[in-house]
């Protein structure tokens, strides 16, 4: 099992940038797909970016590819979700997930067995 703590999202203006983090507990953090997902006030939670087991390969959704950078650092347990030139439609509580999925990076939540609690992203206009 794995316990996963968003952090650095924050009040920001349009334009600006962020660095989310995640910090996930255990020793096995290194095995699992590493996702992020946004769920905006009256909407469904949405997939975002994906990052594999060794950070070798990503994916994205089409929405954000230009604007969007996830990576993680296995030595520090931490997967890292980068966003540049945010606007108002980015505001969303951001959450990380992990995957136990071998072989492919799942884009569906179902995909996902453990969520953090979530860190708050909101872009003034």
């Known amino acids: 099992q794995v316990q996963l703590a968003e952090s650095g999202g924050g009040l920001v203006q349009a334009g600006g940038s962020l660095r989310l983090s995640c910090a996930a507990s255990?020793?096995?953090?290194?095995?699992?797909?590493m996702g992020w997902f946004r769920q905006a006030p009256g909407k469904e939670r949405e997939f975002v970016a994906a990052?594999?087991?060794?950070?070798?390969?990503?994916w994205y959704a089409d929405s954000v590819k230009a604007r969007f950078t996830i990576s993680r650092d296995n030595a520090k347990n931490t997967v890292y979700l980068q966003i540049y030139s945010l606007k108002p439609e980015d505001t969303a509580v951001y959450y990380c997930?992990?995957?136990?999925?071998?072989?492919?990076?799942?884009?569906?939540?179902?995909?996902?067995?453990?969520w953090g609690q979530g860190t708050q992203v909101t872009v003034s206009s």
């Open positions: 997930a992990a995957s136990r999925v071998v072989g492919g990076i799942p884009t569906s939540k179902g995909g996902y067995a453990y």
């Open positions: 255990g020793r096995t953090f290194s095995s699992y797909v």
């Open positions: 990052i594999s087991q060794s950070g070798g390969s990503t």
